[in-house]
């Protein structure tokens, strides 16, 4: 069984910090997404990596795909209070080739102006 | 096309009582998910469907649950005899290459 683990589950910062959060597996992924979900609402796409070692940058919002494929992480430079919200990353389960993602616990992010 | 639409938005059923969820995918999308969120939690796989044929059901309990995808109209996850533990926000998403996924705002289903 394909997991996903996110870390930090839960993480508070003062506007202008840094932050990164991560997403780790002992399973290969083919690809990995990342959502951002606000409350009452479905998650929005923020990114794909399909590659082992790409980086994709959004703005103040770096992702990095481990070169195995295994993990991943979302780097955010100078936090602002828009940033709240619950990240989650997803994989595609690789096992089922029908495009079924298995979704880390998600990190809620409090950014605090 | 507004992207997916889900309804109702909430859902309150009595222990007991069905609840059947709609979801209408974006235009021209033919593969639909069904997800399950638990509060402070990711989302869990339920099924996948394609236009009148369930394609993945591995997520789905196997009792009281149920989903189709009709040729004409939307896509339905019904949930018949609810328990508390139905309690969650479900989330429909569709895509047209299974992959690139558009996520509806999903459906909060209480039961008391």
């Known amino acids: 069984t394909q997991l996903l683990e996110q870390s930090p589950q839960f993480l508070s910062i003062q506007e202008g910090e840094n932050l990164t959060v991560y997403c780790n597996s002992s399973?290969?992924?083919?690809?990995l997404q990342w959502y951002r979900q606000e409350p009452g609402e479905g998650p929005v796409l923020l990114v794909t990596?399909?590659?082992?070692?790409e980086v994709k940058k959004l703005k103040r919002l770096t992702f990095q795909f481990g070169d195995a494929r295994k993990d991943s992480s979302l780097h955010i430079t100078a936090a602002q209070p828009g940033d709240t919200g619950l990240y989650l990353c997803?994989?595609?389960?690789?096992?089922?080739?029908?495009?079924?993602?298995?979704f880390g616990q998600g990190t809620t992010l409090q950014v605090k102006p | 096309n507004a992207g997916v639409m889900q309804n109702p938005r909430h859902l309150v059923r009595r222990r007991g009582q069905e609840a059947r969820l709609r979801c209408s995918p974006m235009?021209?999308?033919?593969?639909v998910y069904w997800y399950r969120q638990l509060p402070e939690e990711g989302l869990k796989f339920m099924v996948y469907?394609?236009?009148?044929?369930?394609?993945?059901e591995s997520g789905m309990p196997k009792e009281r649950f149920s989903a189709e995808f009709p040729k004409e109209g939307p896509s339905i996850l019904r949930i018949q005899q609810v328990v508390r533990g139905d309690s969650a926000a479900y989330f429909c998403?569709?895509?047209?290459?299974?992959?690139?996924?558009?996520f509806g705002s999903g459906t909060r289903l209480t039961v008391v």
């Open positions: 998403a569709s895509s047209q290459l299974r992959d690139g996924y558009t």
């Open positions: 997803a994989g595609l389960d690789g096992s089922s080739n029908t495009g079924k993602l298995i």
């Open positions: 990596v399909v590659t082992g070692g």
């Open positions: 469907l394609q236009k009148e044929n369930i394609i993945d």
């Open positions: 399973s290969v992924f083919s690809s």
């Open positions: 235009k021209g999308h033919s593969h």
